[in-house]
């Protein structure tokens, strides 16, 4: 059974400062891993998806990198900003026909501060 | 322009009352899934539905009926609902087979029982 494991829970840097977070996963068997971002009390946007043969992906100032064999990924957030400040999740979707689904990390959440 | 829609946004009612969340995509997906968020922020996948046949019941309690009238809407019916119902339901959309395409959320409904 995949379970994913995010460490820091929580996280708070000043403005301005680069920023990594990090995501493990137990099966290696995945199609992708998507990280997300989420604000209080709002839904789910996503950030960034990188496909189990990619090695990273980036959008403007995050960065997110694949380890498949080693379970493992990191979103870097390169001069950060308060406006960054919300909760981070990271979902793999599992390499088996058929399930579709995606299973979520327990979150970081990111203050940054002014 | 919404592309994953849920309604109700908010919904607050009383144990035992039997209650509906509905969402529609306008993303032309054919796959569907209820996910529930709790109060620990972990969000778990529920059900999936592919071109309106269930294909993940994450051995949710019978008391759930999803309910998917065409590949664009899945509706969630609860009957006698519990306090440990109080949580967010999300929403999400994909398209079947594409492991590289992300899925897509809605906002989420957030369901209080007094």
């Known amino acids: 059974k995949q379970e994913v494991t995010q460490i820091p829970a929580a996280l708070s840097v000043p403005e301005g400062e680069n920023l990594v977070l990090n995501c493990s996963f137990t099966d290696s068997a995945i199609y992708n891993l998507q990280w997300f971002r989420q604000d209080p009390g709002k839904g789910l946007t996503s950030l960034l998806l990188?496909?189990?043969?990619?090695r990273e992906q980036t959008s403007g100032r995050l960065n997110a990198s694949l380890d498949k064999s080693s379970g493992r990924s990191t979103l870097y957030i390169a001069a950060s900003q308060p406006g960054d400040s919300a909760t981070y999740l990271c979902?793999?979707?599992?390499?088996?026909?058929?399930?579709?689904?995606?299973?979520f990390g327990t979150g970081t959440r990111l203050t940054i501060i002014p | 322009d919404t592309a994953v829609s849920q309604t109700p946004k908010y919904l607050v009612t009383q144990m035992g009352n039997d209650k509906s969340i509905k969402c529609e995509q306008n993303l032309g997906h054919d796959t569907m899934y209820w996910y529930k968020q709790d109060s620990k922020k972990f969000l778990k996948i529920m059900f999936s539905?592919?071109?309106?046949?269930?294909?993940i019941n994450e051995t949710v309690p019978n008391r759930f009926s999803p309910k998917s009238p065409d590949k664009a809407h899945l509706n969630l019916h609860i009957n006698s609902l519990e306090l440990g119902d109080s949580a967010v339901y999300f929403c999400a959309s994909s398209q079947w087979g594409f492991s590289n395409q992300p899925q897509h959320f809605g906002d989420g409904t957030r369901l209080s029982i007094l």
């Open positions: 979902a793999v979707r599992d390499a088996n026909f058929g399930n579709e689904k995606l299973t």
């Open positions: 990188i496909q189990s043969s990619q």
């Open positions: 539905y592919n071109n309106k046949e269930l294909i």
